[in-house]
């Protein structure tokens, strides 16, 4: 199994991704969270992988650092969460606010997901809660110490708004939706605020309430 690439940043179209190791192409869905640390194009970058074979194909999940990989190994693992479902709950919650909702028993939160209904979230509190005790999940602090050790660093976009309203549609979220989320985070943060301070401003609005 794949569990690890090393190479050159080829194409970043959310949430997919292609990195070219060694003249090979391999397409990586990522989390959002992911993708928005993700550097230039052309340039080096390491992703953590988990590879899941099914009959009609095989498909390669990539992760900025080995903690957000252990935590989609664990929700895959809860019945009825797939892959592309637990790429959206990492996607569309930190890693760390998502930790608090398993223990808080936070279910409102979590519906605000795309892909997520009640009892989905739920089961998700019920499962989760005895795996996560069992985890080694890091702070905040350690997730982006992780990335940056891994080689993983913050893009230099040039149309943030742009960016983070199709980070949000690739979530799950209506266009409409979207577009009304970041305009307002442009009004509460100004021109000069990057993709990961927009969406993380939008997200708070429509997922944390």
Do not use: W
């Amino acid at each position: 199994m794949i569990g690890r690439l090393t190479g050159e940043l080829a194409e970043k179209q959310p949430p997919q991704l292609l990195l070219d190791v060694s003249g090979v192409g391999y397409e990586v869905e990522a989390s959002m969270n992911t993708f928005y640390k993700l550097p230039a194009l052309g340039e080096s970058v390491v992703l953590y992988t988990h590879m899941v074979v099914r009959e009609d194909a095989q498909l390669l999940y990539g992760f900025a650092d080995q903690q957000e990989r252990i935590l989609f190994r664990a929700l895959i693992k809860t019945n009825g969460v797939g892959p592309k479902l637990a790429l959206a709950i990492l996607s569309g919650t930190s890693s760390e606010e998502f930790i608090r909702c398993v223990h808080n028993e936070d279910s409102a939160t979590l519906v605000r997901i795309p892909g997520v209904g009640k009892k989905t979230a739920e089961r998700l509190i019920v499962e989760m809660k005895d795996k996560l005790d069992r985890l080694e999940i890091p702070t905040m602090t350690e997730f982006a110490l992780a990335a940056s050790e891994s080689g993983v660093v913050a893009p230099k976009l040039t149309d943030n708004r742009q960016e983070a309203e199709s980070a949000l549609i690739a979530l799950g979220y209506k266009p409409v939706q979207a577009t009304k989320a970041i305009e307002n985070s442009v009004s509460a943060l100004g021109e000069g605020a990057s993709v990961e301070e927009l969406i993380r401003t939008a997200l708070k609005s429509m997922v944390g309430g």
